[in-house]
């Protein structure tokens, strides 16, 4: 079973804001980056028509998602972590002091009004362990932090050390492949 992931489109956002589940739309460059997705996805999955497509529900990936199959299964589990009261906020203007106990503590430390991304985590498993049980290849339309905590779960590698390593990799549009080998998971690729 392989998971191919798939970051969604450019956004209407500015650079350095926190938008978690904020409901962001898409870039005006939408159309000429789905046209180049589905050259990349081509490329990259056989059959396409024959994988199992999900979804985040925020339309940023609901868009990019219906752009490639009409056949999508959308998951408020693949929601991007939920940022709380720093959503749609400039990270200068979060206090150093949260933003450092955030850094110190990542995996449990919460948002104020938000999530823990102990208790996301929990929820991006509680999503795998659903949809291992089709046993076929599958497209995971969603967020760059999704994206890691899934990789981190399926191949058992710290989510602290994989976001390091790999966030800046899972740019806007970006594809990534997780491979399974017997009965463990190994990363093929990010951000490709």
């Not at 589905?38 to 990259?44: A, G, Q, Y």
């Not at 890691?148 to 050390?161: A, E, H, R």
Request: net charge positive; glycine share 6%.
């Amino acid at each position: 079973m392989n998971f191919f992931f798939l970051r969604h489109t450019s956004l209407n956002i500015e650079k350095d804001i926190f938008y978690g589940q904020t409901d962001v739309d898409v870039s005006k460059n939408f159309n000429k980056e789905l046209k180049n997705i589905k050259i990349k996805l081509t490329n990259e999955i056989r059959n396409l028509d024959k994988i199992k497509i999900f979804s985040s529900t925020l339309k940023r990936c609901v868009k990019l998602a219906q752009g490639l199959s009409k056949d999508v299964f959308f998951d408020d589990k693949l929601k991007e972590l939920n940022l709380g009261d720093w959503e749609m906020k400039p990270k200068n203007k979060i206090s150093r002091k949260l933003i450092k106990e955030w850094e110190d503590n990542l995996i449990k430390f919460k948002i104020p009004n938000g999530e823990s991304n102990q208790d996301f985590l929990k929820r991006l498993k509680k999503f795998l362990d659903e949809i291992k049980k089709c046993d076929q290849d599958v497209l995971i339309v969603s967020h760059a932090g999704s994206i890691n905590g899934m990789m981190s779960i399926l191949t058992g590698q710290p989510f602290d050390k994989l976001l390091k390593n790999y966030w800046e990799k899972i740019d806007y549009g970006s594809l990534s492949l997780v491979e399974s080998e017997g009965n463990s998971f190994n990363i093929k690729y990010v951000g490709k």
